[in-house]
């Protein structure tokens, strides 16, 4: 591709989310998916570029399009769901994408979930390349209380150690609440997300303090010695790398998925999925707390600001939501350009 001015490069226009979907649709199906998988895939990604979470909207979209042209996964893969036991679902994603493997064990799992007050969703031989928060919000939007954790790549040193071992590993978490938005979080066990990093190399920026080490397990802040041989570092010190440690048990081990060192991409060049796990959980709050547990939450939320808490978890998401639905998604003209590329050909 040609050098462009500044200018031109930095130029933007707007897009609808429903045209943003079926772009990204297209895209997905042009490079091998089928068009069930390219439905779910689109519709993640979009929300995250809607939301304004553009480390997992479509700047993922080369590395989607890499991976699946690199063979690792099969971008036409049918879940197998398994009924394992009263509050428990396994599904086998195929070597597929997780996104597709929660889509088609949903109902069951809501349905266990009304019925037992609780259930377990146990996803493995699976990749998951988006962010977390789309997978737990629709259940809040229920009236469900959802957790869930996926394990990734090695990336991160654990604390005290002198390696990388563990993912990114991030959690998710969302509650409904009375009178608002369900409450939702999603944050990594490192102390940046990976595609965070990424950004800042592509953009020249340096990170902050304690994101990272180098090659030589040096302490850095340049984001492209932590991704040409160096590392992260968990948020919290102990704190972030035993959640980091808890995560690789849950969405690894407890699934029957890989942990986050057990796999090797290498005879697949241009791969960038992790091959791992994801477990999700579901709870009914009305089983224990009747009808009362969304205004429960939003009590919560009102102490929460009289305490002098200005902005919540989700808020600045929620923001730009609004926005985006109004004015459309902002886009940089030439990164619109490259996915109709994509989609074309």
Request: aromatic letters at 6%.
């Given at each position: 591709?040609?050098?462009?001015?500044?200018?031109?490069?930095?130029?933007?226009?707007?897009?609808?989310?429903?045209?943003?979907?079926?772009?990204?649709e297209q895209v997905f199906v042009r490079h091998g998916t089928s068009p069930e998988v390219a439905a779910v895939l689109a519709h993640n990604c979009a929300s995250a570029e809607r939301d304004g979470a553009h480390s997992h909207g479509?700047?993922?979209?080369?590395?989607?399009?890499?991976?699946?042209?690199?063979?690792?996964?099969?971008?036409?893969?049918?879940?197998?769901?398994?009924?394992?036991?009263?509050?428990?679902?396994?599904?086998?994603?195929?070597?597929?994408?997780?996104?597709?493997?929660?889509?088609?064990?949903?109902?069951?799992?809501?349905?266990?979930?009304?019925?037992?007050?609780?259930?377990?969703?146990?996803?493995?031989?699976?990749?998951?390349?988006?962010?977390?928060?789309?997978?737990?919000?629709?259940?809040?939007?229920?009236?469900?209380?959802?957790?869930?954790?996926?394990?990734?790549?090695?990336?991160?040193?654990?604390?005290?150690?002198?390696?990388?071992?563990?993912?990114?590993?991030?959690?998710?978490?969302?509650?409904?609440?009375?009178?608002?938005?369900?409450?939702?979080?999603?944050?990594?066990?490192?102390?940046?997300?990976?595609?965070?990093?990424?950004?800042?190399?592509?953009?020249?920026?340096?990170?902050?303090?304690?994101?990272?080490?180098?090659?030589?397990?040096?302490?850095?802040?340049?984001?492209?010695?932590?991704?040409?041989?160096?590392?992260?570092?968990?948020?919290?010190?102990?704190?972030?790398?035993?959640?980091?440690?808890?995560?690789?048990?849950?969405?690894?081990?407890?699934?029957?998925?890989?942990?986050?060192?057990?796999?090797?991409?290498?005879?697949?060049?241009?791969?960038?999925?992790?091959?791992?796990?994801?477990?999700?959980?579901?709870?009914d709050p009305s089983k224990t707390a009747g009808q009362n547990f969304a205004e429960r939450s939003q009590e919560l939320v009102r102490q929460m600001h009289a305490a002098g808490l200005r902005r919540l978890p989700g808020d600045r998401?929620?923001?730009?939501?609004?926005?985006?639905?109004?004015?459309?998604?902002?886009?940089?003209?030439?990164?619109?350009?490259?996915?109709?590329?994509?989609?074309?050909?």
């Open positions: 591709m040609s050098a462009q001015s500044p200018t031109v490069a930095t130029a933007c226009t707007s897009i609808g989310f429903t045209e943003l979907v079926t772009l990204l479509v700047f993922r979209i080369p590395g989607y399009v890499s991976t699946l042209n690199s063979g690792w996964v099969n971008g036409r893969a049918v879940p197998v769901v398994e009924d394992m036991a009263t509050g428990f679902v396994r599904v086998d994603a195929s070597n597929g994408f997780a996104q597709p493997a929660l889509a088609a064990a949903r109902s069951l799992l809501v349905a266990k979930a009304r019925s037992a007050g609780i259930a377990l969703l146990a996803i493995h031989n699976s990749h998951h390349f988006a962010a977390l928060w789309p997978d737990v919000e629709p259940f809040a939007e229920e009236g469900l209380v959802a957790l869930s954790v996926v394990n990734s790549m090695t990336c991160v040193v654990p604390h005290g150690a002198d390696r990388p071992l563990f993912g990114t590993n991030p959690i998710a978490f969302a509650a409904p609440r009375a009178d608002g938005a369900p409450i939702v979080f999603d944050l990594a066990t490192s102390a940046i997300a990976h595609g965070d990093v990424q950004i800042a190399a592509h953009e020249g920026k340096r990170l902050p303090p304690g994101m990272g080490v180098d090659s030589l397990g040096q302490p850095t802040q340049d984001p492209k010695a932590i991704l040409e041989g160096g590392a992260l570092l968990p948020f919290g010190g102990h704190k972030g790398s035993a959640l980091s440690m808890m995560v690789e048990l849950l969405a690894a081990a407890l699934t029957g998925g890989n942990f986050s060192f057990e796999f090797n991409w290498s005879d697949h060049p241009g791969a960038r999925t992790p091959w791992t796990g994801q477990l999700l959980i579901l709870i998401r929620h923001r730009t939501r609004a926005k985006s639905q109004e004015a459309g998604i902002e886009m940089q003209v030439q990164v619109l350009r490259q996915l109709q590329e994509l989609a074309e050909g």
